[in-house]
């Protein structure tokens, strides 16, 4: 079973825009790709169309077997545990401690105090920011923040992890850096999709593209090192 299928799948908003045409494609469990495509293209509309942020106007989404768009209201919550979203400008609170930020999802799905702390802890050890609990985020770099974006993220333990244009505001050192992490998650069996406009990061990394043309999918078709990596399982603790 894919972690995430897209069946024949077209969104319309108000006033006739389509932002995605009968968009149709499969990402295996443990599978790394990029979704590329021009400013407006529908990239971020079918990020959300997997959280049920958005509900397609035809087709069928599912994600880890599940069809989102059919789900109740009550079965939300249970889907968005399974996927952890990075995004651009990193929505971090500046008024709470980097700690604060990261525990916000667990304290939402009721972690009890010990065991959000753990998580906590494991998370930002995994992006390279243990020490970093009491800190602002106001003091942190760019990257740094983005970093704790992705602790966030993953803090629950995600089985699918979405990032949108993550490295857009970083230097192409820290993205390289950035997507070495995202790297990391997917060798534990962890899927990933990024959305993002630097073509030739994807060029260097050579992992299957998803691009779409004004709302019209094609698949570079291009697999590279999808799956777990042999030596890790899910749930290994991953470290930078």
């Known amino acids: 079973m894919p972690m995430v299928r897209f069946d024949g799948v077209s969104k319309s908003y108000p006033g006739g825009k389509e932002a995605l045409s009968k968009v149709s494609f499969e990402l295996a469990r443990g599978e790394f790709a990029f979704l590329t495509g021009h400013s407006g293209a529908g990239k971020s509309t079918l990020l959300k169309l997997m959280l049920q942020?958005?509900?397609?106007?035809?087709?069928?989404?599912?994600?880890?077997?599940?069809c989102v768009n059919t789900?109740?209201?009550?079965?939300?919550?249970?889907?968005?545990?399974?996927?952890?979203?990075?995004?651009?400008?990193?929505?971090?609170?500046?008024?709470?401690?980097?700690?604060?930020?990261?525990?916000?999802?667990?304290?939402?799905?009721?972690?009890?105090?010990?065991?959000?702390?753990?998580?906590?802890?494991?998370?930002?050890?995994?992006?390279?920011?243990?020490?970093?609990?009491?800190?602002?985020?106001?003091?942190?770099?760019?990257?740094?923040q983005q970093r704790v974006g992705i602790a966030r993220a993953v803090v629950n333990k995600p089985q699918l992890l979405l990032a949108d244009e993550p490295t857009g505001n970083l230097d192409p050192e820290l993205s390289e850096e950035i997507m070495k992490l995202f790297l990391r998650?997917?060798?534990?069996?962890?899927?990933?999709?990024?959305?993002t406009h630097d073509i030739a990061?994807?060029?260097?990394?050579?992992?299957?593209?998803?691009?779409?043309?004004?709302?019209?999918?094609?698949?570079?078709?291009?697999?590279?090192?999808?799956?777990?990596r042999a030596g890790f399982e899910r749930g290994d603790h991953v470290r930078t």
């Open 53 to 66: 942020m958005e509900r397609p106007s035809k087709g069928q989404v599912f994600v880890d077997g599940d």
């Open 71 to 144: 789900m109740k209201s009550s079965q939300v919550p249970f889907l968005r545990r399974k996927v952890g979203v990075v995004f651009q400008n990193h929505q971090l609170l500046f008024d709470r401690t980097v700690y604060d930020n990261v525990a916000m999802p667990l304290l939402i799905a009721g972690y009890q105090p010990a065991e959000a702390a753990r998580r906590v802890r494991a998370a930002l050890d995994s992006v390279g920011l243990l020490g970093f609990e009491r800190r602002n985020p106001i003091e942190l770099s760019g990257g740094e």
């Open 185 to 195: 998650f997917q060798q534990v069996g962890v899927t990933v999709l990024i959305a």
């Open 201 to 228: 990061l994807i060029e260097r990394m050579g992992h299957r593209r998803l691009i779409l043309d004004h709302g019209t999918l094609h698949d570079s078709g291009t697999l590279h090192d999808s799956g777990p």
